[in-house]
């Protein structure tokens, strides 16, 4: 067990690792930042901050030395430079960063064990994109590697489409597109004794691409699916022999649970863990990296609702804040961008308020 007054490291300098930090500070640890951007929201609430680019093998080296457990708060940090880092002091491992960060790679784990993915192929060239379009009809293209929020995707709705597209010379895949019921994640955390708990599934809605709300208690169509899309999820665990938080999102389907993508990783679903459940997946995952035992993830209420706040400057905050059933959260990022997750607000209501 590392004991409270360690330091953690946290690899990346967002909202995610702004969380982390909070959840580590209030279980008596402090966080070290690394990341490559010199104004980090993350680093706002930490001890410490070293910003620099990923392959500096010196700056990790010196990172790695100041911290007692490093974890990460996003799944595209580098592999390669993580190798500056003793493997006893990374959790999750560099494993889960290797699949997570190529779709086809991620697709095809998730198969093996016994996961079923929307139609997919590789695509390499227009010949590639186009025998792929034929075969399973319109989908979108995406990027193998990196891309997430709607960036790096193509949606193709017929082969004229295709043929005009500019693709990018590099590597692809294109995806059939599923006709589902509605989207949820499965988020789970496993600790370093291999203890895994789940919290519940929301039923999430995207627009644009960007998850824009997460609700709970989720409808029957998804709630029936949870236990097979949880089998999954909590095979991919012990596969990567995970430690921390991982999320795992699926379609709800007429053919049950359609995985599409995993994340090694606190998940913007399972924001509203913080007030919602009874331990946060931010808290969870500071726990089970640091030996602790894990939290219990039951609904602190009898419904629960969270909404990104997307692309707005806080204006509206008072709106918000005048709803007893409302806990608000602001990242503390600079301007508002239209698809820029800028916050977000959880609803935990209970039946007696009515």
Known sequence: MIEPGARIGILGGGQLGRMLSIAAAQLGYSCHIYAPESDSIAAEVSAEFTSAPWHTEGALRAFARKCDVITYEFENVPVGPLAAIPAEKLAPGPLALEVAQDRLAEKRFAQELGGQPAPYAPVDTRDDLLAAFDRFGPGILKTRREGYDGKGQWRLSSREEAEALNQPNRGLIYEGLVAFEAEFSVILVRGRDGEIRF????????????????????????????????????????????????????????????????????????????????????????????????????????????????????????????????????????????????????????????
């Open 199 to 354: 919290w519940d599934s929301a039923h999430n809605s995207h627009e644009s691409g960007i998850l824009a709300r997460s609700v709970l208690p989720a409808p029957a169509v998804i709630t029936q699916q949870v236990g097979d899309a949880r089998k999954l999820a909590a095979a991919v665990a012990e596969k990567l022999g995970y430690i921390g938080v991982l999320t795992l999102e699926f379609f709800a389907t007429a053919d049950g649970p359609i995985f599409n993508e995993m994340a090694p990783r606190v998940h913007n679903s399972g924001h509203w863990s913080i007030e919602g459940a009874v331990t946060s997946q931010f808290e969870n995952h500071i726990r089970a990296i640091c030996g602790l035992p894990l939290g219990d993830t039951s609904l602190t209420g009898d419904a629960v609702e969270m909404l990104n706040l997307i692309g707005t400057d806080g204006a509206e905050a008072a709106q918000y804040l005048s709803d007893a059933d409302a806990h608000l959260h602001f990242y503390g990022k600079g301007d508002a961008r239209p698809g820029r997750k800028m916050g977000h607000v959880t609803y935990v209501h209970h039946k007696a308020r009515g």
